[in-house]
């Protein structure tokens, strides 16, 4: 079995499980930190391992464009390339291939109106009138994204070059990169979308996933024991996510990713996961994409979530956001100069055992590296020790 | 002893040693890398000992700035504040004082026409003519520095904000940083100085250098076994080099500083070395100030240099160079992004073990941190096996 339960909440649809990958296991509930261009930003593999993280998931949109799947490929895969010998996810492309320009265009995250900057692009606004989402389309159908039935034609964001995305490219990409958990490719609409287009859309997601699932069993063999994992779409409508996990659910997937949009609130990120998971097989693993601030976590392993993998902890602490128990440290602030505690007074990260707020808070003032990587190293262990919690809690029947 | 001379060359004046200091022994001629503001830009304390560097060099004038000598202090010193537990030295903050806004206004580095951007500021171009050097004078007089026998007036290049620097100040701030080698204040002129204001200059560095001591040993008390060095000055003029060295020489100072300027070629400054090393006590350990490209690390240790601070290694390796045996490789050259080899083919650092050209090369393209930082360590490395080469070379016999 590639994914195995070892025990179930009494409480929830919460569990511990392991995710075996030819590159080694994942203790979940996991989170995958994010290595968007092959790197998690200003980390290396040694202090990566150290913070203990299992496994790391990379972008097929960036790495497609820069530098090419095809020269990762020659260079002996991804994980060679990048030296993780750990379990690698790639995502399908799509998000970005559809989101990038249109994202960067309206300010928009996967959550429309309370994560901005969340996911997708740096961003700091949502906008929500109509207005905006008929300028929307605009943009998407003739400017940025153009959606046939068979795949999408989008724009580099680098240079403004035209390329075409199918499910058969997706796979073709993710399959040079020789990831270990690769994603169907989807459309990930916007929360600005309304429920026509949010279904038409899903459906040909669905289309898509059958191709994908397809294409992927006819390269099987070039990347042993790689895995391909459908993608829930629907928007925030209850009988969408329904339709879209039942017929996901129903196909030989080994496990599922659940897309955005995923609403307008946290409540309705709730309920899209309440609405799909039921509906998928109960002892694969789910992903959920894009999402795992540290305040989500216990409510989507609730909820039945097995992995997350988020920019949020890594673009925090280059923003110098440090992670604590009670919401976010900002340790760029003058207060921090005089403190010699470390971030966390009882973390046991390499930069809490190391140096002081005041340390870390003159290596921001003074635009120093090293600020923006302590504090990320302090975030991402933050997240593994958040996770090890929850295990520790499902595991006690306390979630 | 605090400097133990284990071997001389029978060949020229070249000798291994240790330098014993209150955090540690640095094994002689040793390369020392600058972390300007309390950090080697990028790299953490872990990666530092791992490279093999036993010490490092922070700017006086830097911290004094920011975060304040009297913050680090009360944080308990600079080897708590930076978590780095073995010898450190200080520079005297003179030659930033003087020559930071004075250089960046003339992009001129120690060595006026050869070395551009190598030492001082970022600058790219020297400039000589004697238009220049009356402009020089006006901007060092009146706007950015205002020397006086009792000190100097500067102007932060950070705020503009006005500030004085004496030789007892300069004192005062090092004890309050607590580096374990630090400096005498001088005045560092430039290769653009003419001899009547080197001459007068040099002469003032010497009644500085007779306050220092006498500052130094007021204070002796209060940072344990910290060790002040004499500033040799002179220009590149033979009788003042002569005089500086055979005047600075004759004080009690443990060891002793070759301060630039360091004339106008490599020649230049190996005259410079020839001529007041001689005069220098032989049992002292020396150090040459802001020098230490590979190519001169051989000739000035024959002259007698036991220790050379430089931020070339680490500036080039932010820049994409990266060192050699034959000369720097331009790692963010696409020719690379196809090259699997390591950047070094037989070096042993961290990047070099574990990461291909193609793989830096995309990270440098790519705008990644993790570029200037891998390249960062193969540079410190490289300087650090170049060092021990060396030693082994004298040990020999054979330098």
């Given at each position: ?22 590159h ?11 290595g968007?261009?092959a ?6 593999i040694?202090?990566l391992k ?5 496994s790391l ?21 991804l994980h060679k390339f990048m030296n993780w010998d750990g379990p690698i ?311």
């Amino acid at each position: 079995m590639f994914f195995k339960i070892s025990k179930k909440s009494k409480k929830s649809r919460a569990r511990i499980g392991v995710i075996k990958t030819p590159h080694g296991a994942i203790q979940t509930p996991a989170f995958v930190p994010v290595g968007t261009q092959a790197t998690v930003k200003g980390i290396t593999i040694a202090q990566l391992k150290d913070i203990g993280a299992e496994s790391l998931l990379c972008n097929t949109y960036h790495l497609y464009l820069r530098p090419s799947d095809v020269l990762i490929k020659k260079m002996g895969g991804l994980h060679k390339f990048m030296n993780w010998d750990g379990p690698i996810f790639t995502d399908s492309g799509g998000f970005q291939a559809f989101s990038l320009g249109y994202a960067i265009e309206h300010k928009v995250g996967k959550i429309a109106s309370i994560f901005p900057g969340r996911v997708g692009p740096d961003s700091s606004k949502s906008k929500k009138d109509s207005g905006e989402q008929e300028h929307t389309a605009h943009y998407r159908d003739d400017k940025l994204a153009k959606i046939t039935e068979n795949g999408v034609e989008f724009r580099s964001h680098l240079d403004g070059s035209k390329h075409f995305f199918t499910p058969e490219k997706s796979m073709e990409i993710q399959r040079n990169l020789g990831a270990d958990i690769i994603f169907a490719f989807d459309e990930c609409t916007s929360p600005l979308h309304d429920y026509v287009y949010t279904k038409k859309s899903m459906e040909r997601t669905h289309r898509w996933a059958v191709r994908c699932l397809e294409a992927h069993e006819g390269q099987q063999s070039n990347v042993k024991g790689q895995m391909l994992f459908g993608i829930v779409q629907g928007g925030a409508y209850k009988d969408l996510r329904e339709a879209s996990a039942k017929f996901i659910g129903a196909m030989d997937f080994p496990g599922f990713g659940i897309g955005g949009s995923l609403g307008k609130s946290k409540q309705d990120m709730y309920k899209v996961l309440n609405w799909s998971i039921p509906l998928l097989p109960e002892n694969k693993p789910k992903h959920l994409l894009g999402i795992g601030s540290p305040e989500d976590i216990r409510e989507c392993v609730k909820r039945g979530i097995d992995t997350f993998d988020c920019v949020m902890p890594t673009r925090l602490g280059r923003n110098g956001a440090a992670l604590l128990n009670k919401g976010t440290l900002n340790i760029k602030s003058g207060r921090y100069l005089n403190d010699k505690n470390p971030i966390g007074k009882r973390c046991d990260c390499y930069t809490c055992e190391n140096y002081s707020r005041s340390y870390v808070s003159h290596l921001f003032k003074a635009n120093e590296m090293l600020g923006p990587i302590l504090t990320t190293i302090h975030n991402l262990r933050f997240m593994e020790n958040l996770m090890r919690q929850v295990r520790e809690e499902i595991k006690k029947g306390q979630l």
